[in-house]
């Protein structure tokens, strides 16, 4: 192998594994809710009310979620206990990753959403499109006894 592909294949190791970052320090439960949003357009949450990041919560059950999460592709759980979900979503080509977290409000009767990337800027709506194929796929499979 000469150098120039030596150097090609280190680069291409590098920038692959590089892409997961590290999980944020901000997720979790504070004070009952999940972390607000950035301003970066990467992250959306049902508990913000500009329209670049609110997306509305989800009408199911932590354990509805938890079924159609386990029916994803490319998708691990974390963290799970009985009010709260953390889920890393990877994609497909070069491996980034977002999280996901899911919050059980027993009183409303929904979940709260917040899914963020954890690198970079734009997410081109990938973040939006994980929670929009978990409510879809809610509306798709019976409930959760």
């Keep these: 192998?000469?150098?120039?592909?030596?150097?090609?294949?280190?680069?291409?190791?590098?920038a692959l594994t590089g892409c997961t970052g590290k999980p944020p320090e901000n997720?979790?439960?504070v004070r009952g809710k999940l972390s607000p949003c950035p301003e970066?357009?990467?992250?959306?949450?049902?508990?913000?009310?500009?329209?670049?990041?609110q997306i509305?919560?989800?009408?199911a059950t932590l354990e509805d979620v938890r079924q159609a999460l386990l029916k994803?592709?490319?998708?691990?759980?974390?963290t799970e206990n009985d009010t709260y979900i953390h889920?890393?979503?990877t994609s497909a080509v070069m491996r980034f990753v977002d999280d996901a977290e899911f919050l059980y409000d027993p009183d409303a009767r929904l979940v709260h959403v917040r899914s963020a990337s954890r690198l970079g800027r734009s997410d081109f709506g990938v973040n939006?499109?994980?929670i929009e194929a978990i409510r879809a796929s809610l509306k798709t499979s019976p409930p959760a006894r």
């Design 87 to 89: 889920a890393e979503f």
């Design 56 to 59: 509305a919560p989800l009408k």
């Design 40 to 53: 970066s357009p990467n992250c959306v949450s049902s508990r913000s009310t500009d329209e670049t990041h």
């Design 1 to 14: 192998m000469d150098t120039r592909m030596k150097i090609t294949a280190l680069f291409l190791m590098i």
């Design 72 to 78: 994803m592709k490319r998708v691990r759980i974390i």
């Design 27 to 29: 997720l979790g439960v």
């Design 128 to 130: 939006r499109k994980h």
